[in-house]
Each structure stands twice: as structure tokens, then as C-alpha cells.
């Protein structure tokens, strides 16, 4: 049985994800603060066996206890041939030029975006050591995280952030050799409702939101699916570089 936690589930990538990983001999683990049981219905329809989650993963008070009863959940699997963390969920909030920011907004946002995969992995990682199987962890990364823009400062900090945790503990697993591959993947732009946030924002905020309205305007934007396929493709890669930080384009 192959275990796929995914973090985020309800919509965009993370929707994709569940909709394209589902099938025989898989057992989906969503979590999202938003409804998503026509997502899991389908998954079910699918052969996928589901566990679904309400979590708020601003609140390590709710973070901690989901995970750990995902794992416990998995640890009870006698037929266990694979299992994947894939912290998705995201917040680009707050947008705007530091010193106009709600600082509770700033820190909310960290926490998604950077505490809260840090936490995950940090528990998915103590509590999978005992596990003889493949072990992988996808920290869903940015663009931003590898270049400034100007109303995303919050945003950036934590994806630069997220690729630095990645890369340092790549480096302890490979150290450990635990049989755990932990990489950062970049989407690129994709037609989430993430975008339609940052297509609605002002160009006060964001100077670049006209860029982002010509990505849509151009249909320059990848697909959810297209973008879950080449994090399939990743997930069937047996050369990954413990720690690297890899792109959808090369996997497509």
C-alpha cells in the first residue's frame, strides 16, 4: 500500500494531486480547512482508500495531533510499500511593501508557509524512522523563493526558507540513511485560486499585477493536472538528489 499525505487537498494542486494519485493499493490523507468531499468522493470511485483531515496548519495546537494520527494510522499498515508527505498548502497573504503589513498577517502566513512543513516533516520523520519502505517528502516551493518581487516580501522569506530547510535536511537523511528523500519542486504559475488573489490585488500593493492578469489574459498559466503529472513524474524518479531543489519543468 502506498500512503500520500497531502497537505492543501481541497483545491489547485493539491485537489490535482488527490484526483491523479488515487487508485488500488493507495490510501490518500487529506488535509484542508475547506470542504473538499467531492474531491474524495471521486479519489474513492478511484480504488483510493481516504482519511481526511480538518486542519488549520496556522495552529500547531491542530497541526501536531493531525499528523500524528495520520502516522499512527500508517504504522498499522502490515502491507506498506511507500509513503509520501507533500506539503502543499500555501498563503500568499500578506501582499504589499513591508511597513504597510499586518504584522499577525506576516505571521500567520510563516507559519503556513514555513513552520508549519517544518513541524510536519520534523514529526513525519521522527515517527517513520521504524518504517522499512520508501520514504519521500515534496516541499511545494516558488519562484519566489529564488528571486525578490516587490509586495511579496513575506512570501519570498518563507519559500527561500522552505528551499534551505530542504537542502539542510537532505543532507542529514543522506548522513542517517533513513531510506528518506526529501526535495523542494517548484509549480511554476499555475491557474490556482491563489493567482486570482494576486490578479486582484492593487497595483499599489503588488507593482506586478499586471504581469500576473497578462499570464491569465495569454493563457500562459500551466493546469493543476499538468503540474500534479510532473510531481508524479518526480515521485518514480529513483535518482533524486537528497535535498535538491527541482522545477515542474523538468519533469514534464
Known sequence: ???YIITGASKGIGAALVNLLAGKDTHLHTIARSSHA??????VDQGAEIS???????DTSETLPTIGSILQNIQADQHLDEVVLINNAGLVQPVGPSGQLDPLEIEKSLHVNLTSPLQLTNEFLSLTKEMDCKKTIINISSGAGKSPFDGWSTYCTSKAGLDLFTRSVGIEQDR????????????????TPMQEEIRSESKENFVNVETFQH???QNKLSHPETVAASIQNLLQDSNLQNGGLYDVTDYL
Open 215 to 217: 499570464y491569465k489574459d
Open 38 to 43: 467531492d474531491i474524495l468522493q471521486q479519489a
Open 1 to 3: 500500500m502506498k500512503h
Open 176 to 191: 542517517l540513511a533513513t531510506n528518506t528523500t526529501i526535495v523542494s519542486f517548484s509549480p511554476g504559475i499555475v491557474d
Open 52 to 58: 481526511s483531515y480538518s486542519c488549520d496548519l496556522s
